[in-house]
Nanobody
């Protein structure tokens, strides 16, 4: 069964850090384009970061310099290191895999999605 299982979301104060993880099972998820997306209440889903099969990365302007996407192919795991967190980063975060275009603006291209994990940044 193809599955992406997420972990790592929690509440943190502004300026804090979190690391999200996304483990693939049933296939080599890290052999595909993978990404992180987020959705805040009342807002549209937003692309956060992508990593392609060659480990090239792409970030939304809002997170550049603060977030880092990476993958460990041996562990079949995708990561999102989030530093200098801001209240506006509060959202449900989703990992995704397998997109033919591998672009942040085309989330519907992704075939597989994690269950989501909540990140709350608040003092």
């Amino acid at each position: 069964q193809v599955q992406l299982v997420q972990s790592g979301g929690e509440s943190v104060q502004p300026g804090g850090s979190l690391r999200l993880s996304c483990v693939g099972s049933g296939y080599r998820a890290t052999s595909y384009c993978m990404g992180w997306f987020r959705q805040a209440p009342g807002k549209e889903r937003e692309g956060v970061a992508l990593i392609d099969v060659d480990s090239n990365t792409n970030y939304a302007d809002s997170v550049k310099g603060r977030f880092t996407i990476s993958k460990d192919t041996a562990k079949n795991t995708l990561y999102l290191q989030m530093n200098s967190l801001k209240p506006e980063d509060t959202a449900m975060y989703y990992c995704a895999a397998d997109s033919w275009r591998c672009m942040l603006v085309f989330p519907d291209d992704f075939s597989d999605w994690g269950q989501g994990t909540q990140v709350t940044v608040s003092s």
